[in-house]
């Protein structure tokens, strides 16, 4: 089982493993030409793709989208947001896919208002990372300038390569977890979801 591998044993797996999806390869090489500081590409797309490749189906299944996180704090406005939203829509515009790109250093000033629960502001997009509602999600790649795999990922691998869904209540609330591995357990029975904590 992967999941009980040495971590160095697990993050080959996990190169190995994301390098099946194209459309996550192409967009890694298309973020990396954007230049944004402190990004990843993050969340369901990396760990789904896992548990495709562990279950035997094609990569890029039940994939509903593709999280880019980057961390600017120089410009908090909306408009210099947008301004790299829309260049990211032109780089990816050709592919079939949603690819959805967001300054984590903005976080704070419209997370409330969405989720109902204030957020404090991140220091770095892998703080972001951090507290996304299951651990699970708690995972970040990114190629460097000279091919290497850059990996973020706080809580380890082996959940993610033994499909288990574990509950990370820091911030998200619970409906959205909830909501999510609704979602994830229709897509892929095999999953494990922990419950929410009382």
């Known amino acids: 089982m992967i999941g ?5 044993e697990q993050l080959a797996a996990l190169e190995a493993a994301l390098a099946r999806n194209d459309v996550l390869l192409e967009v890694l090489d298309r973020v990396g030409v954007l230049g944004l500081p402190g990004w990843y590409v993050t969340a369901g797309c990396l760990f789904q ?11 890029t299944h039940g994939i509903k989208d593709y999280d880019v996180f980057y961390f600017d704090a120089t410009d ?8 790299v939203i ?14 959805e790109v967001r300054n984590e250093a903005r976080v704070h000033l ?3 208002q969405k989720f109902g629960v204030p957020c404090a502001p991140y220091p770095s997009t892998e703080a972001a990372i ?6 699970t999600c708690c995972l970040g790649v ?9 990996v973020y990922a706080p809580h380890g691998l082996a959940d993610v390569f033994n499909l288990v869904v574990r509950p990370n209540p820091v911030l998200a609330p619970r409906a959205v977890y909830e909501a999510k591995t609704a979602r994830w357990r229709q897509q ?8 929410w904590p009382a």
């Open 110 to 112: 419209w997370y409330e």
């Open 188 to 195: 892929w029975p095999e999953v494990t979801v922990l419950d």
């Open 130 to 135: 951090d507290s996304f509602a299951a651990t």
């Open 4 to 8: 009980r591998l040495p971590l160095d």
């Open 86 to 99: 829309r260049a990211a829509a032109e780089a990816f515009a050709d592919l079939p896919v949603h690819v």
């Open 76 to 83: 908090l406005s909306w408009e210099a947001e947008d301004a």
């Open 142 to 150: 990114r190629q460097e300038p000279d091919g290497r795999w850059r």
């Open 49 to 59: 793709t896992v548990w495709n490749v562990v279950t035997d189906r094609p990569p």
